[in-house]
């Protein structure tokens, strides 16, 4: 006798380990999980460290991907952009700061040119009769002399002074000019203006001066001075550094009004010429006659008898096409500066 069939059409014989098997539909197990490409977690990393290699390796990862069907493509996109915002961001900064620095370079530049100004030069103006302030010797009087380097180079081959402290004695120093028109007498105010005694001692025992023109002459009522100093004999020459003011112009606090209010230089002062507060250099002044000027020029000496004797000669000339500040019509040569 046969068997009879099960119910519902049986059932299918068992399979090794007790489970259907795929031909029925059901799976034998899960689809391995793809892996992330590298590259992508190192574009990511880089672009935080160093972004031009998150931006290398990012492309790199995009293409490994493409090709090889690998996880990592959120990643590599995100090194990418951040990467590529990091390097734009420098970008900028460094251009701004570029820009930055060229104007402070010709900012800096404008002052140590005395904002501009190419004559170093002295310029008069209307006043009462006010006479320089009373010397009251600062604290800081020769303490630390400065001769910093200028943009400019030197109109002859000079070396600055020495930097840094400097003694105010002896009070006085005797000094000459010897030129073509006469010899010039001076007793230089060492005790007043130490750090400008030593630049122009400097500048004579090197011989900056010999054989140099004076280049302006002034005959007005109110500037009656010869300056000197400048190898080129164009107003625009000096030794190559600048260096402070010193008396009448310590006597002021820098903010005080008084410091534009001009002053007598009286006849037979010795002062510096300059072209803005600390921009002495080289060039000097002889006032053979009393001077209104503001207290911003470096009282550093006196003139003697003999001395205002030769530059009233030289006055006498006047000034090249009958101007009243220019060239003198009697050229006059330094041969030599000696001091001591």
Same mark, same amino acid.
């Given at each position: 006798m046969s068997t009879p069939p099960p119910p519902y059409g049986g059932h299918p014989p068992p399979q090794p380990g007790g489970y259907p098997g795929p031909q029925y539909g059901y799976p034998v197990g899960y689809p391995p999980q793809r892996a992330t490409n590298s590259l992508a977690i190192v574009s990511l990393v880089c672009a935080f460290l160093f972004a031009p290699l998150g931006i290398l390796f990012g492309h790199m990862s995009l293409s490994q991907i493409k090709k090889t069907g690998e996880e990592g493509r959120g990643l590599a996109i995100a090194g990418l952009v951040i990467s590529y915002l990091l390097v734009v961001m420098t970008v900028v900064v460094v251009v701004v700061g570029f820009v930055f620095l060229v104007m402070l370079a010709r900012t800096l530049e404008d002052f140590d040119n005395g904002t501009g100004l190419r004559d170093p030069g002295i310029t008069a103006a209307p006043a009462p009769d006010i006479p320089l302030p009373p010397f009251d010797p600062p604290e800081t009087l020769g303490s630390n002399c400065q001769y910093p380097a200028t943009t400019e180079a030197p109109s002859r081959p000079v070396k600055p002074p020495q930097m840094g402290r400097t003694p105010t004695s002896p009070a006085s120093i005797p000094a000459g000019i010897v030129t073509d028109r006469g010899d010039i007498g001076l007793t230089l105010d060492n005790e007043k203006a130490p750090c400008t005694v030593r630049n122009f001692t400097s500048l004579a025992q090197q011989g900056f001066f010999d054989q140099t023109r004076c280049h302006r002459l002034s005959v007005r009522t109110d500037l009656r001075v010869l300056q000197c100093g400048d190898p080129t004999a164009t107003g625009d020459g000096g030794p190559g550094y600048r260096f402070p003011n010193e008396y009448p112009s310590n006597q002021?606090?820098?903010?005080?009004? &008084?410091?534009?209010?001009? $002053? $007598?230089?009286?006849?037979?002062?010795? &002062?510096? &010429?300059?072209?803005?507060?600390?921009?002495?250099? *080289?060039? =000097? =002044?002889? $006032?053979?006659?009393? *001077?209104?000027?503001p207290p911003t020029y470096t009282v550093f000496g006196t003139i003697d008898a003999r001395g205002l004797a030769a530059l009233e000669k030289i006055a006498a000339g006047g000034v090249a096409g009958g101007a009243q500040d220019g060239k003198p019509v009697t050229a006059v040569t330094i041969e030599s500066v000696k001091v001591g």
């Amino acid at each position: 006798m046969s068997t009879p069939p099960p119910p519902y059409g049986g059932h299918p014989p068992p399979q090794p380990g007790g489970y259907p098997g795929p031909q029925y539909g059901y799976p034998v197990g899960y689809p391995p999980q793809r892996a992330t490409n590298s590259l992508a977690i190192v574009s990511l990393v880089c672009a935080f460290l160093f972004a031009p290699l998150g931006i290398l390796f990012g492309h790199m990862s995009l293409s490994q991907i493409k090709k090889t069907g690998e996880e990592g493509r959120g990643l590599a996109i995100a090194g990418l952009v951040i990467s590529y915002l990091l390097v734009v961001m420098t970008v900028v900064v460094v251009v701004v700061g570029f820009v930055f620095l060229v104007m402070l370079a010709r900012t800096l530049e404008d002052f140590d040119n005395g904002t501009g100004l190419r004559d170093p030069g002295i310029t008069a103006a209307p006043a009462p009769d006010i006479p320089l302030p009373p010397f009251d010797p600062p604290e800081t009087l020769g303490s630390n002399c400065q001769y910093p380097a200028t943009t400019e180079a030197p109109s002859r081959p000079v070396k600055p002074p020495q930097m840094g402290r400097t003694p105010t004695s002896p009070a006085s120093i005797p000094a000459g000019i010897v030129t073509d028109r006469g010899d010039i007498g001076l007793t230089l105010d060492n005790e007043k203006a130490p750090c400008t005694v030593r630049n122009f001692t400097s500048l004579a025992q090197q011989g900056f001066f010999d054989q140099t023109r004076c280049h302006r002459l002034s005959v007005r009522t109110d500037l009656r001075v010869l300056q000197c100093g400048d190898p080129t004999a164009t107003g625009d020459g000096g030794p190559g550094y600048r260096f402070p003011n010193e008396y009448p112009s310590n006597q002021y606090r820098l903010t005080d009004p &008084a410091m534009t209010t001009p $002053v $007598v230089y009286p006849r037979g002062t010795l &002062a510096m &010429a300059n072209s803005g507060p600390g921009t002495n250099g *080289s060039q =000097f =002044f002889l $006032v053979y006659g009393d *001077s209104v000027l503001p207290p911003t020029y470096t009282v550093f000496g006196t003139i003697d008898a003999r001395g205002l004797a030769a530059l009233e000669k030289i006055a006498a000339g006047g000034v090249a096409g009958g101007a009243q500040d220019g060239k003198p019509v009697t050229a006059v040569t330094i041969e030599s500066v000696k001091v001591g």
